[in-house]
C-alpha cells in the first residue's frame, strides 16, 4: 500500500511540474516565436541611417511595403523569395499581446483608445465609431476571425487570375485557417436561417454561395488568433527587414522628368527620429498597403491627390488627382439583441446566410457582463465602443455616467448573457469621401461613408431587419434561449437603447424599420475604396501618371469581398506578389 502511495505522490509530483513547465511554455512561446522564429523584425530605431546621413548606403531595396498588415505581410513574404524588402509598420508586435490572440479578450483591445492599443478607433462624420488597425497582422489582429472567400464575380469583376488566386487562398489557408469548432449558439443560427428559406445548407466551405454556412476562422480550436503576422514566417529571413514602430509620414518622389517617380519614403522611430529608405533601381517600387483609410491619407499626405486640398493643407503638389479620397463606401451593419435567460458560449461569426436580397446575416454571442456595470463589453456591437467610451475620462461628468447606467439598465439583463443578430448589407451604392484634416499621419483624416444615402440600401437593410426579428422569433432561439417569444417593438428597443453610435434616435424608432436603421447604424470595419482602379490606380494596381508607385489592399476595391473581407484581402497580398514575381521575372520566378 505505501508502495502504491508512494506512486501516487510521485505521478501527482509529475503532474504539477508538467503543467507548470506548460504554462511556462505558453508564456515564453510567443516571445521565443518573435525573437527566433522572425529574426527580421526590429524597432524602427534599429535603422541607422537618420536625415543627417549623407549618401543612401546600405538603405536601399528592391521594395519598400508600407504597411505591415492583412495583405502586407503576405506581399512582403512573398517578394523576400527573390528581392531585397523593406516592411515598415505603424503599430507594434502582436505575439504575446493576451488581448490579440485569445477569443475570449476580443472586445478589450476594440475598447482600448490609448496611443499604444493595437486598435485606433474613429468616429465618421456620419457619427458612427470605426477602429482601424495599428499593429502587425493589421486587421487580422482586431477583427471576428471570420474567413471566407469572395464570389467568382468578384474574382472575374477584378480581372485577376483565378487559378492564381485559388493558388493563393490555398497559400494562406495552409498557414493560418482553421475550422471551427460551431458554438450552439451558431447551430440555432443556422437552423432559424433555414427555417427562414436562407437555403440550401452548403456545411462548412469557404466558398461564396447562396444559402447558409459555416465559415473558416483564423481562431483555433483553443481560442487563439493566427494573424497575418505569422505568413511573415514564409519569407526569405535574408532578404527581408521589417521594422515596427516605423510611421511612414510621406513618400519621396523624384519629380525630374516628365512623370513624378517614387524614390523612396520618410519614417519615424518609436523615439521620434526621422529616417529615410529608398528604392535601388529603376524596376523597384514603393508599394502602399496602409488600408483603406491609410493609404489615401498617405497619397494625399505624399502630394497625390485633389490640387485644391493639398494647397489648403500646404502640402507641395506632386500629381493633381481629384479622385483620390473619393468613393469611400462601407458596409453598414444593423444588430438586433438576442435575449437569454441562460448564460451563453462565446462565439465570433461562425454561421452566415447568403441571401439573394443583397443581406447577409451572421451573429455573435456571450460576450456581456454585468447589469449595471458601464464596463458591458459585447464585442462588434458593444455599447462601450459607442458614446461613452468617446468622451475623454475628464470628461465623464458623474451626471453623464449616471445617465448612461440608466440607459444601460433599461436593456434587461438577458441581453447582455445572449447575443446578437448581425444583418449587413453587401455592395452599397451609397458612398462619401475622405480627406485630410491636418498633416500629421498619426491623426485619423475625415471620412465620410454617407450611410443609407441611397434608397436601396435602406430597403435592403429593412428587408434583413425584418428577417432578423423573426429568427429571434423562432422557437429554435426561444427554445435555446428559455425567453418567451417578444414583439418586434421591444425587440428593436434593446437595440435603440444600447447607444451603438452618435446618432441622435427618434421617437419612431422602433415604429419604422427605415428609422431604426439610420440611428442604429454600425460599422463591421469592412469600409474599402478611395483609390479605385481606373481613377487612382491602374489594373495592375500602378497609381495612374506615378512611376515606381503601387497599392496592394482594400482602398483599390469599390466593393467589398464576400460577406467578409480579410480572406481576399490576405489573399491579394500573396497574389500581387506572385504577380509581380512572374512579371518581373518570368519563368526564373519560380512560383
Known sequence: MASVCALLNQLFLFLLLWLYTLSSSQAVHHQYNSEFRYPFIKKAS???SSLSSSGRGDHTYDYI????GTAGCPLAATLSQKFNVLLLERGGMPFGNANISLLQNFHITLTDTSSTSASQYFISTDGVLNSRARVLGGGTCINAGFYTRASTRFINKVGWDLKLVNKSYSWVEKQIVHRPKVAPWQVVVRDSLLDLGVAPFNGFTYDHIYGTKFGGTIFDRFGRRHTAAELLASADPHKLTVLVHATVQKVLFDTSGKRPKAAGVL??????????AFLSNSLSEVILSCGAIGTPQMLLLSGVGPKAELKEMKISVVLNNKFVGQGMADNPLNSVFVPSKKPVKQSLIQTVGITKMGVYIEASSGF??????????HGIVSAEIGQLST???????PEAIQAYIRRKKDIPHEAFRGGFILEKISNPISTGKLKLI???????PSVTFNYFKHPHDLQRCVDGIRMATKMVQSEHFTNFTQCDKQTTDKILNMSVSANVNLIPKHTNDTKSLEQFCKDTVLSIWHYHGGCHVGKVVDREHKVLAVHRLRIVDGSVFDESPGTNPQATILMMGRYMGLKILR?????????
Open 583 to 591: 512579371d518581373r521575372l518570368g519563368k526564373a520566378a519560380g512560383v
Open 46 to 48: 534599429s535603422f541607422s
Open 65 to 68: 511595403v508600407v504597411g505591415g
Open 391 to 397: 468622451i475623454p475620462p475628464k470628461q465623464r461628468t
Open 368 to 377: 456581456g457582463q454585468s447589469k449595471d456595470s458601464i464596463q458591458c463589453h
Open 438 to 444: 491636418n498633416t500629421n499621419v498619426e491623426d485619423n
Open 267 to 276: 519614417f519615424r522611430d518609436e523615439n521620434g527620429n526621422q529616417h529615410q
